[in-house]
């Protein structure tokens, strides 16, 4: 594999190429490669099928980009209604993986890809690390979970077609995280952010000052983070911390990732078509306005997405990237549909709260919301770990600490919470995907 060429502003490798694609080539990529998907979705998919024959719409009906508001939405439901394997476009025999998701409710969703599928993947993951940087030489430790989950074996394929060194740790045994970052010269690591902050949080104890390790880049996504979640990784570690966006309905991770600017995750438009729409009337939404990303596979062949609504909340962009890639972004995803809470008639996303806390110092990045009811009445409690200075110091030092949180919370959210103060390492760690909301007023 020959060598990358590094520019100030972007990384570049022989296959990431389509990521600098002239607009109207990549337009006419993206329309001819919808057009073959929804004739295979077409042609396999009974129920993909019968929705277009509902409306009265044929895949020859596609003429242009625009044209793809025809086409029905698909849902997550439609994967847990057709569990395991009813939206599957490829006879077994062509399938090589099988990867499930089980989310937060109900039964999982099982996706499929074909040896074809597989190396689209590795192709985007391979683009991913790139655009960050990252290129033959480096050591890539790995701590995505490997199994079901998408992570691991996405990121895998993806660094070692880059060319790179990769530990296949998966999640878990900080410790031995540590060690292997150190022992074997460890150059960037992949993980959820919030697994990488509780790895930091434990170096010293053994020794190890992260910022003296050649470790200079993160890989972080899977879970909602915020601008200030990046600013304390990036300032408690030393390293560059890098959005990364993607999955399991669509491919896994490697759907969208940041360049060197880090100015939003770049789509890989090339094999995943972009809308948003409002959440409420799935009209399409402009440029730069918020609303629900909605994603389509164009060359996935063992399970075609169609318009599938992620339930992720972003904008789009086309705003040019100082990195030259043309492929739009889209700004970074702080909130799931799912994940909205109302408390007291107010509509509440966790990442609104961390940005209200990590704007008090004192505060540290692990925090948990717990929503209880008391005499019919919705409570929010928010736990927030204090440095062990804070802990150390007066009961109105605590005090004013507790003050001044609350009332960040309720000038960003507009909503009174009590803010409980807890001890360094007392709010529980997550290895994967972290838990935020805590809601305990159905039981
Ligand atoms: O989390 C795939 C993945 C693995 C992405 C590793 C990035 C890195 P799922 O388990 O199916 O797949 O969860 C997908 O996670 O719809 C988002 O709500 C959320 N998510 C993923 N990446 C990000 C991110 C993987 N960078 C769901 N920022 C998605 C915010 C993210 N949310």
Known sequence: MSKNVISPTGSFHPLSAPDFLPLPQLRNVQLQRLKGIVQ??????????????????????????????????????????????????????????????????????????????????????????????????????NAYGYGLFTGGLGAHYGAEALGATVIPISGGNTQRQLMVMKDFGVTAICCTPSYFLHIIDQAPEFGINVKDLPL????????????????????????????????????????????????????????????????????????????????TTLSKKAMPMIRYRTRDITALTSEPCECGRTMRRIKRIARRADDMFIIRGINVYPSQIETALLKV????????????????????EVQVEVTLEFFTDTVGALEDLQRKLSKSIESTVGLRANVRLVQPRTIQRSEGKAKRVLDQRKM
């Open 216 to 295: 200079r880049a993160g890989v972080f996504g899977a879970e909602p983070w915020t601008e200030s979640m990046r600013r304390r990784i990036e300032a408690d570690s030393g390293i560059k911390a890098y959005d990364i966006y993607g999955l399991s309905e669509i491919i896994g991770p490697g759907v969208a990732m940041e360049c060197l600017c880090q100015a939003g995750p770049h789509i890989f438009e090339d094999y995943f078509y972009p809308e948003i729409i409002h959440l409420k009337t799935g009209k399409p939404c402009a440029d730069g306005e918020e609303g629900e990303l909605v994603l």
């Open 40 to 141: 295979h979705a077409y042609d396999h998919v009974a129920l993909f099928r019968k929705r277009l024959d509902d409306r009265g719409v044929a895949p020859r009906d596609l003429r242009s980009l625009d044209d793809i508001v025809k086409l029905p939405f698909t849902e997550k439901t439609d994967l847990r209604d057709t569990y395991p394997f009813g939206l599957f476009a490829s006879p077994m025999k062509d399938i090589v993986r099988l990867h499930a998701s089980t989310g937060t409710t109900g039964k999982p969703i099982v996706v499929a890809y074909t040896h074809e599928d597989v190396q689209v993947w590795t192709n985007v993951m391979l683009r991913s690390f790139a655009a960050c940087g990252l290129h033959e030489g480096d050591v890539i430790q």
């Open 361 to 380: 110092e004192g505060a540290l990045p692990h925090y948990q919301i717990v929503l209880t009811r008391e005499k019919d009445l919705d409570v929010i």
